[in-house]
Protein backbone atom coordinates (compact mmCIF):
# COMPACT_ATOMS: atom_id res chain seq x y z
CA UNK A 1 0.00 0.00 0.00
CA UNK A 2 0.69 3.58 0.08
CA UNK A 3 4.28 4.64 1.28
CA UNK A 4 4.88 7.97 3.21
CA UNK A 5 5.63 10.56 0.94
CA UNK A 6 5.61 8.05 -2.39
CA UNK A 7 2.96 9.40 -4.83
CA UNK A 8 3.28 9.39 -8.66
CA UNK A 9 4.62 12.88 -10.63
CA UNK A 10 2.15 15.47 -10.56
CA UNK A 11 1.06 18.34 -12.59
CA UNK A 12 4.05 20.91 -11.99
CA UNK A 13 0.53 23.02 -10.70
CA UNK A 14 0.01 21.14 -7.97
CA UNK A 15 3.22 19.51 -7.41
CA UNK A 16 4.70 23.32 -6.45
CA UNK A 17 2.31 23.45 -3.85
CA UNK A 18 2.94 19.91 -1.96
CA UNK A 19 6.03 21.80 0.10
CA UNK A 20 7.31 19.36 2.92
CA UNK A 21 5.27 20.94 5.29
CA UNK A 22 1.81 20.88 3.64
CA UNK A 23 -0.70 19.00 5.32
CA UNK A 24 -3.48 20.33 2.70
CA UNK A 25 -4.19 22.03 -0.32
CA UNK A 26 -7.61 23.21 -1.21
CA UNK A 27 -8.27 24.36 -4.70
CA UNK A 28 -11.34 25.83 -5.46
CA UNK A 29 -12.78 27.78 -8.92
CA UNK A 30 -12.25 31.88 -8.74
CA UNK A 31 -10.21 32.02 -5.44
CA UNK A 32 -7.11 31.74 -4.49
CA UNK A 33 -5.20 28.60 -3.72
CA UNK A 34 -4.68 27.85 0.25
CA UNK A 35 -2.30 25.12 2.10
CA UNK A 36 -3.09 24.36 5.82
CA UNK A 37 1.21 23.74 6.69
CA UNK A 38 3.14 23.17 9.80
CA UNK A 39 3.49 20.51 12.61
CA UNK A 40 0.46 17.79 13.73
CA UNK A 41 -1.61 20.18 15.86
CA UNK A 42 -0.34 23.14 14.97
CA UNK A 43 -1.21 23.77 11.36
CA UNK A 44 -2.15 26.91 10.25
CA UNK A 45 -4.52 27.69 6.71
CA UNK A 46 -2.55 29.71 4.83
CA UNK A 47 -3.09 31.84 1.45
CA UNK A 48 -0.62 31.23 -1.60
CA UNK A 49 0.75 33.31 -3.38
CA UNK A 50 -1.49 34.07 -6.92
CA UNK A 51 -0.14 32.24 -9.40
CA UNK A 52 0.14 33.81 -13.22
CA UNK A 53 -2.81 31.24 -14.43
CA UNK A 54 -5.35 31.16 -11.61
CA UNK A 55 -7.47 28.57 -10.69
CA UNK A 56 -10.62 28.47 -12.24
CA UNK A 57 -13.30 26.02 -12.96
CA UNK A 58 -11.40 24.96 -16.59
CA UNK A 59 -8.20 24.48 -15.06
CA UNK A 60 -9.47 22.61 -12.35
CA UNK A 61 -11.34 20.20 -14.46
CA UNK A 62 -8.23 19.64 -16.89
CA UNK A 63 -6.24 18.90 -13.35
CA UNK A 64 -8.99 16.26 -12.38
CA UNK A 65 -8.48 14.54 -15.48
CA UNK A 66 -4.78 14.43 -15.20
CA UNK A 67 -5.57 12.91 -11.99
CA UNK A 68 -7.59 10.61 -13.05
CA UNK A 69 -5.63 9.51 -16.09
CA UNK A 70 -2.40 9.18 -13.20
CA UNK A 71 -4.73 6.42 -11.95
CA UNK A 72 -4.89 4.65 -15.02
CA UNK A 73 -1.17 4.74 -15.97
CA UNK A 74 -0.31 3.68 -12.08
CA UNK A 75 -3.00 0.57 -12.35
CA UNK A 76 -0.25 -1.76 -11.17
CA UNK A 77 0.56 0.11 -8.48
CA UNK A 78 -1.68 -1.20 -5.14
CA UNK A 79 -1.85 2.30 -3.62
CA UNK A 80 -3.33 4.12 -6.51
CA UNK A 81 -7.11 3.49 -7.10
CA UNK A 82 -10.75 4.91 -7.64
CA UNK A 83 -12.29 5.32 -3.90
CA UNK A 84 -15.21 7.00 -4.53
CA UNK A 85 -17.12 8.04 -7.27
CA UNK A 86 -20.61 9.63 -7.13
CA UNK A 87 -22.40 12.52 -8.08
CA UNK A 88 -20.87 15.35 -8.06
CA UNK A 89 -18.12 14.10 -6.01
CA UNK A 90 -15.13 11.63 -6.87
CA UNK A 91 -12.45 10.85 -4.31
CA UNK A 92 -8.81 8.90 -5.50
CA UNK A 93 -6.25 7.72 -3.86
CA UNK A 94 -2.61 8.33 -5.45
CA UNK A 95 0.26 7.04 -3.45
CA UNK A 96 0.16 8.57 -0.29
CA UNK A 97 -2.54 11.28 -1.29
CA UNK A 98 -6.00 11.23 -1.00
CA UNK A 99 -7.96 13.60 -3.37
CA UNK A 100 -11.50 14.35 -3.15
CA UNK A 101 -13.11 16.88 -5.98
CA UNK A 102 -16.26 18.09 -5.66
CA UNK A 103 -18.73 20.05 -8.52
CA UNK A 104 -22.45 21.60 -8.85
CA UNK A 105 -25.37 20.46 -7.84
CA UNK A 106 -22.95 18.91 -5.03
CA UNK A 107 -20.68 22.12 -4.24
CA UNK A 108 -21.21 25.20 -5.38
CA UNK A 109 -18.32 25.46 -7.34
CA UNK A 110 -15.90 23.20 -8.67
CA UNK A 111 -12.74 22.35 -6.47
CA UNK A 112 -9.95 19.61 -5.24
CA UNK A 113 -8.54 18.74 -2.24
CA UNK A 114 -5.55 17.38 -1.22
CA UNK A 115 -5.00 15.60 1.94
CA UNK A 116 -1.49 14.32 2.56
CA UNK A 117 0.13 12.74 6.23
CA UNK A 118 2.85 15.55 7.43
CA UNK A 119 4.48 12.68 9.84
CA UNK A 120 4.97 8.83 10.06
CA UNK A 121 5.66 8.05 13.28
CA UNK A 122 6.92 4.52 15.00
CA UNK A 123 4.80 3.98 18.66
CA UNK A 124 8.64 4.54 19.91
CA UNK A 125 8.61 8.15 18.84
CA UNK A 126 5.71 8.55 21.45
CA UNK A 127 7.61 7.87 24.19
CA UNK A 128 4.47 6.32 26.12
CA UNK A 129 4.89 4.85 29.48
CA UNK A 130 5.92 1.77 29.37
CA UNK A 131 2.82 0.27 31.17
CA UNK A 132 0.90 1.59 28.49
CA UNK A 133 3.11 -0.14 25.68
CA UNK A 134 2.28 -3.11 28.10
CA UNK A 135 -1.14 -2.82 27.79
CA UNK A 136 -1.70 -2.39 23.76
CA UNK A 137 0.61 -5.25 23.53
CA UNK A 138 -2.59 -7.09 24.69
CA UNK A 139 -4.43 -6.63 21.55
CA UNK A 140 -7.30 -8.54 22.52
CA UNK A 141 -9.21 -5.11 23.56
CA UNK A 142 -11.46 -2.75 22.95
CA UNK A 143 -9.21 1.02 22.34
CA UNK A 144 -10.52 4.40 21.37
CA UNK A 145 -8.39 7.06 19.79
CA UNK A 146 -10.15 10.45 20.33
CA UNK A 147 -9.41 13.82 19.40
CA UNK A 148 -9.97 17.14 17.06
CA UNK A 149 -9.96 16.85 13.18
CA UNK A 150 -6.20 17.29 12.74
CA UNK A 151 -4.67 16.26 16.48
CA UNK A 152 -2.91 13.35 15.36
CA UNK A 153 -5.54 10.41 15.63
CA UNK A 154 -4.48 8.85 12.57
CA UNK A 155 -0.95 8.93 12.52
CA UNK A 156 -0.93 6.96 16.37
CA UNK A 157 -2.96 4.43 15.31
CA UNK A 158 -0.91 3.66 11.91
CA UNK A 159 2.34 3.79 14.93
CA UNK A 160 -0.16 1.29 16.71
CA UNK A 161 -0.91 -1.11 13.77
CA UNK A 162 2.35 -1.57 12.85
CA UNK A 163 4.22 -1.79 16.35
CA UNK A 164 1.08 -5.11 16.73
CA UNK A 165 2.18 -6.41 13.37
CA UNK A 166 6.28 -6.01 13.60
CA UNK A 167 6.84 -6.23 17.40
CA UNK A 168 3.93 -8.52 18.43
CA UNK A 169 3.51 -10.40 15.86
CA UNK A 170 -0.63 -9.91 15.38
CA UNK A 171 -2.38 -10.49 12.11
CA UNK A 172 -3.55 -6.59 11.48
CA UNK A 173 -6.50 -5.60 9.22
CA UNK A 174 -8.24 -2.46 8.93
CA UNK A 175 -11.75 -0.77 8.06
CA UNK A 176 -11.46 2.41 6.21
CA UNK A 177 -14.28 4.72 4.46
CA UNK A 178 -12.05 6.33 2.73
CA UNK A 179 -8.84 4.34 3.12
CA UNK A 180 -6.00 6.45 3.87
CA UNK A 181 -3.89 5.29 6.73
CA UNK A 182 -0.50 4.74 5.32
CA UNK A 183 0.46 0.95 6.28
CA UNK A 184 2.92 -1.86 6.08
CA UNK A 185 1.81 -3.77 2.49
CA UNK A 186 1.18 -6.59 5.09
CA UNK A 187 -1.74 -5.45 6.89
CA UNK A 188 -4.94 -5.46 4.32
CA UNK A 189 -7.13 -2.41 4.44
CA UNK A 190 -10.64 -2.98 3.64
CA UNK A 191 -13.05 -0.39 2.55
CA UNK A 192 -16.96 -0.38 2.80
CA UNK A 193 -18.14 -3.58 0.91
CA UNK A 194 -20.86 -2.61 -1.58
CA UNK A 195 -21.30 0.59 0.45
CA UNK A 196 -21.77 -1.09 3.75
CA UNK A 197 -19.37 -1.72 6.26
CA UNK A 198 -21.40 -4.03 8.03
CA UNK A 199 -20.75 -6.15 5.19
CA UNK A 200 -17.28 -5.43 5.56
CA UNK A 201 -17.34 -6.77 9.24
CA UNK A 202 -18.62 -9.97 7.89
CA UNK A 203 -15.77 -10.76 6.04
CA UNK A 204 -13.01 -9.44 8.52
CA UNK A 205 -14.60 -12.85 10.83
CA UNK A 206 -13.83 -14.86 7.91
CA UNK A 207 -9.97 -13.61 7.45
CA UNK A 208 -9.53 -14.08 11.30
CA UNK A 209 -7.59 -11.44 12.69
CA UNK A 210 -6.51 -10.59 15.79
CA UNK A 211 -6.63 -6.92 15.60
CA UNK A 212 -8.69 -4.79 13.77
CA UNK A 213 -8.35 -0.80 13.10
CA UNK A 214 -11.94 0.88 12.61
CA UNK A 215 -11.34 4.73 11.26
CA UNK A 216 -13.54 6.91 11.73
CA UNK A 217 -16.17 6.14 13.89
CA UNK A 218 -18.86 8.63 13.41
CA UNK A 219 -22.34 7.27 13.00
CA UNK A 220 -24.78 5.78 15.13
CA UNK A 221 -24.14 2.39 13.34
CA UNK A 222 -20.75 2.98 13.12
CA UNK A 223 -20.55 2.28 17.04
CA UNK A 224 -22.94 -0.50 17.07
CA UNK A 225 -20.43 -2.30 14.33
CA UNK A 226 -17.90 -1.64 16.49
CA UNK A 227 -19.52 -2.93 19.24
CA UNK A 228 -20.18 -6.17 17.60
CA UNK A 229 -16.96 -6.74 16.31
CA UNK A 230 -15.38 -6.47 19.91
CA UNK A 231 -17.66 -8.75 21.07
CA UNK A 232 -17.12 -11.62 18.91
CA UNK A 233 -13.69 -11.50 20.47
CA UNK A 234 -11.50 -9.40 17.95
CA UNK A 235 -8.73 -7.04 19.37
CA UNK A 236 -10.64 -3.80 18.11
CA UNK A 237 -9.14 -0.12 18.03
CA UNK A 238 -11.47 2.53 17.11
CA UNK A 239 -10.74 6.23 15.51
CA UNK A 240 -13.27 8.73 16.75
CA UNK A 241 -13.78 12.36 16.79
CA UNK A 242 -14.41 14.22 20.43
CA UNK A 243 -13.07 16.87 22.45
CA UNK A 244 -12.25 14.68 25.61
CA UNK A 245 -11.66 11.13 26.44
CA UNK A 246 -15.18 10.98 28.36
CA UNK A 247 -16.92 12.78 25.64
CA UNK A 248 -15.99 9.56 23.45
CA UNK A 249 -17.05 7.18 26.31
CA UNK A 250 -20.40 9.42 26.07
CA UNK A 251 -20.48 8.80 22.36
CA UNK A 252 -21.05 5.04 22.62
CA UNK A 253 -23.76 5.02 25.53
CA UNK A 254 -27.16 4.51 24.46
CA UNK A 255 -25.66 2.36 20.93
CA UNK A 256 -24.54 -0.56 23.40
CA UNK A 257 -26.09 -1.54 26.61
CA UNK A 258 -24.98 -0.45 29.84
CA UNK A 259 -23.70 -3.78 31.16
CA UNK A 260 -21.22 -4.42 27.81
CA UNK A 261 -20.25 -1.07 27.35
CA UNK A 262 -16.83 -2.22 29.50
CA UNK A 263 -16.33 -5.35 27.29
CA UNK A 264 -16.52 -3.18 24.27
CA UNK A 265 -14.82 -0.22 24.95
CA UNK A 266 -11.93 -0.79 28.37
CA UNK A 267 -9.09 2.14 26.57
CA UNK A 268 -9.63 5.43 25.96
CA UNK A 269 -6.60 7.84 24.55
CA UNK A 270 -6.89 11.37 23.94
CA UNK A 271 -4.58 12.77 21.52
CA UNK A 272 -3.99 16.67 21.56
CA UNK A 273 -0.94 17.95 19.44
CA UNK A 274 0.35 14.97 18.42
CA UNK A 275 0.33 13.60 21.60
CA UNK A 276 -1.59 11.18 24.52
CA UNK A 277 -3.08 13.47 26.32
CA UNK A 278 -5.18 11.14 28.87
CA UNK A 279 -5.37 7.44 29.15
CA UNK A 280 -9.22 6.49 30.48
CA UNK A 281 -10.08 2.77 31.55
CA UNK A 282 -13.45 1.00 31.95
CA UNK A 283 -13.97 -0.95 34.65
CA UNK A 284 -17.07 -3.10 35.74
CA UNK A 285 -18.12 -3.71 39.15
CA UNK A 286 -21.09 -4.48 41.31
CA UNK A 287 -21.18 -1.35 44.07
CA UNK A 288 -23.68 1.18 45.09
CA UNK A 289 -22.72 4.76 43.54
CA UNK A 290 -20.79 7.25 45.41
CA UNK A 291 -23.27 9.02 47.74
CA UNK A 292 -26.26 5.70 47.78
CA UNK A 293 -26.98 3.45 50.39
CA UNK A 294 -24.87 0.29 50.72
CA UNK A 295 -28.20 -2.00 49.55
CA UNK A 296 -28.70 -0.08 46.77
CA UNK A 297 -25.72 -2.03 45.17
CA UNK A 298 -25.85 -2.07 40.83
CA UNK A 299 -23.88 -2.58 37.65
CA UNK A 300 -20.88 0.52 38.00
CA UNK A 301 -18.56 1.39 35.49
CA UNK A 302 -15.89 3.07 36.96
CA UNK A 303 -14.15 5.36 34.33
CA UNK A 304 -10.02 5.42 35.54
CA UNK A 305 -7.22 7.04 34.99
CA UNK A 306 -4.45 5.27 33.67
CA UNK A 307 -1.93 4.50 35.07
CA UNK A 308 -2.88 6.09 38.57
CA UNK A 309 -5.96 4.44 39.07
CA UNK A 310 -7.68 7.64 40.09
CA UNK A 311 -11.28 7.17 39.67
CA UNK A 312 -12.95 10.53 37.95
CA UNK A 313 -16.86 9.08 36.72
CA UNK A 314 -19.25 6.65 37.63
CA UNK A 315 -21.47 5.54 35.15
CA UNK A 316 -24.70 2.96 36.27
CA UNK A 317 -28.51 3.13 35.56
CA UNK A 318 -30.26 6.26 37.26
CA UNK A 319 -34.49 6.08 36.71
CA UNK A 320 -34.66 5.22 32.59
CA UNK A 321 -31.74 7.07 32.02
CA UNK A 322 -27.58 5.94 32.19
CA UNK A 323 -25.60 8.78 34.30
CA UNK A 324 -21.85 9.84 34.14
CA UNK A 325 -20.96 11.20 36.97
CA UNK A 326 -18.09 12.90 38.75
CA UNK A 327 -16.90 11.54 41.63
CA UNK A 328 -15.34 14.42 42.91
CA UNK A 329 -16.13 18.06 42.93
CA UNK A 330 -19.61 20.46 43.91
CA UNK A 331 -22.21 22.09 42.19
CA UNK A 332 -24.52 24.77 42.99
CA UNK A 333 -24.79 25.67 47.19
CA UNK A 334 -22.19 22.97 47.87
CA UNK A 335 -24.75 19.85 46.40
CA UNK A 336 -22.92 17.21 45.03
CA UNK A 337 -23.84 16.01 41.17
CA UNK A 338 -25.46 12.77 42.21
CA UNK A 339 -27.60 15.32 44.53
CA UNK A 340 -28.25 17.55 42.04
CA UNK A 341 -28.94 14.84 38.85
CA UNK A 342 -31.72 13.60 41.70
CA UNK A 343 -32.97 16.91 42.31
CA UNK A 344 -33.72 17.54 38.46
CA UNK A 345 -35.47 14.27 38.40
CA UNK A 346 -37.76 14.50 41.14
CA UNK A 347 -38.73 18.19 39.52
CA UNK A 348 -39.41 16.50 36.38
CA UNK A 349 -41.50 13.72 37.80
CA UNK A 350 -43.58 15.69 40.01
CA UNK A 351 -44.45 17.88 37.18
CA UNK A 352 -45.06 14.98 35.05
CA UNK A 353 -47.32 13.75 37.84
CA UNK A 354 -49.12 16.92 38.94
CA UNK A 355 -48.22 19.93 36.42
CA UNK A 356 -47.15 21.70 39.17
CA UNK A 357 -43.31 22.72 40.28
CA UNK A 358 -41.54 21.82 43.81
CA UNK A 359 -38.71 22.47 45.91
CA UNK A 360 -36.08 19.96 46.83
CA UNK A 361 -33.71 20.39 49.68
CA UNK A 362 -31.51 17.70 51.02
CA UNK A 363 -30.89 16.91 54.64
CA UNK A 364 -28.38 14.66 54.37
CA UNK A 365 -26.05 12.69 52.08
CA UNK A 366 -29.31 9.91 50.91
CA UNK A 367 -32.30 12.34 52.54
CA UNK A 368 -34.42 14.86 51.14
CA UNK A 369 -38.19 16.76 51.21
CA UNK A 370 -39.97 17.70 48.71
CA UNK A 371 -41.99 20.75 48.94
CA UNK A 372 -45.21 21.21 47.12
CA UNK A 373 -48.70 22.82 47.03
CA UNK A 374 -50.29 21.46 50.35
CA UNK A 375 -53.16 20.14 48.16
CA UNK A 376 -50.86 17.75 46.28
CA UNK A 377 -49.41 16.34 49.48
CA UNK A 378 -51.53 13.20 49.47
CA UNK A 379 -51.30 12.88 45.81
CA UNK A 380 -47.49 13.11 46.24
CA UNK A 381 -47.57 10.45 48.70
CA UNK A 382 -49.75 8.03 47.29
CA UNK A 383 -52.37 5.34 48.92
CA UNK A 384 -49.58 3.66 51.23
CA UNK A 385 -46.92 5.81 50.31
CA UNK A 386 -46.84 3.89 47.28
CA UNK A 387 -46.10 7.21 44.75
CA UNK A 388 -43.00 7.78 47.07
CA UNK A 389 -42.00 4.66 47.51
CA UNK A 390 -41.96 4.35 43.94
CA UNK A 391 -39.67 7.62 43.38
CA UNK A 392 -37.41 6.54 46.07
CA UNK A 393 -36.87 3.09 43.97
CA UNK A 394 -36.09 5.52 40.86
CA UNK A 395 -33.52 7.63 42.50
CA UNK A 396 -31.55 4.64 43.89
CA UNK A 397 -33.09 4.19 47.28
CA UNK A 398 -32.81 8.47 48.28
CA UNK A 399 -35.52 8.73 51.39
CA UNK A 400 -37.84 11.08 50.64
CA UNK A 401 -40.82 13.23 53.00
CA UNK A 402 -43.19 15.08 51.15
CA UNK A 403 -44.02 18.66 52.70
CA UNK A 404 -45.98 22.04 51.72
CA UNK A 405 -44.41 25.25 50.60
CA UNK A 406 -45.81 26.62 53.99
CA UNK A 407 -43.68 24.62 55.74
CA UNK A 408 -40.35 25.88 53.41
CA UNK A 409 -36.93 26.86 55.10
CA UNK A 410 -36.95 30.22 56.48
CA UNK A 411 -35.38 32.45 53.53
CA UNK A 412 -36.49 30.13 50.65
CA UNK A 413 -39.22 30.85 48.20
CA UNK A 414 -41.46 28.42 46.38
CA UNK A 415 -40.53 27.57 42.93
CA UNK A 416 -43.93 29.76 41.36
CA UNK A 417 -44.64 32.20 44.17
CA UNK A 418 -47.49 33.26 42.64
CA UNK A 419 -49.04 29.38 43.22
CA UNK A 420 -52.07 29.47 45.79
CA UNK A 421 -54.10 26.73 46.61
CA UNK A 422 -57.79 26.79 45.27
CA UNK A 423 -59.45 24.74 47.39
CA UNK A 424 -57.56 25.54 50.19
CA UNK A 425 -59.02 29.55 49.30
CA UNK A 426 -62.67 28.93 48.83
CA UNK A 427 -62.37 26.55 51.94
CA UNK A 428 -61.24 29.93 53.63
CA UNK A 429 -64.06 31.47 51.96
CA UNK A 430 -66.51 29.37 52.82
CA UNK A 431 -65.54 29.84 56.78
CA UNK A 432 -65.69 33.09 56.25
CA UNK A 433 -69.32 33.22 54.96
CA UNK A 434 -71.00 31.12 57.96
CA UNK A 435 -69.28 32.87 60.16
CA UNK A 436 -70.40 35.89 59.33
CA UNK A 437 -74.34 33.93 59.24
CA UNK A 438 -73.65 33.19 62.66
CA UNK A 439 -73.07 36.91 63.84
CA UNK A 440 -75.92 38.44 61.67
CA UNK A 441 -78.21 35.60 63.69
CA UNK A 442 -76.89 36.78 66.72
Keep these: MATHGDHPDLPESLESLLMSDVHTVFLKADCPARVKRGNIGQLKLVEVDEAPDPWDTLALEALEERLMDLVEDNRHRSDCFLEIDRTGCRVIQLGDLRITSAWPPFSDAREITVVRPVAKLSLGDYQLDQRLVDRLRN ?88 ADVRLAGVGLLGVTHANSALEAIQRLIGKVELGLVSQVLDTILHVESGAIQQVL ?79 VVFSGASSATIYAPSNMVATLVGKGGENVRQLQD ?25 WYDDRRQQNKGGSNKRRNKQRNRR
Design 139 to 226: HHRGVFICGRPGSGKTTLAQAIAEYLDTEVGALVKTMEAPRDLQLDGRITQYAPLEGDLEKTAEIIFLVRPDFVIFDEVRRARDFEIF
Design 281 to 359: ELRMTVKPPTGMQEELARPVIEVVEFPSGKLTHEMFAFGSEIAVVPVEGRVNNGTSPLQAMAKQTVVDTVRQWVGVECE
Design 394 to 418: ELGGLRLTIDAFENLPEGMERPNRF
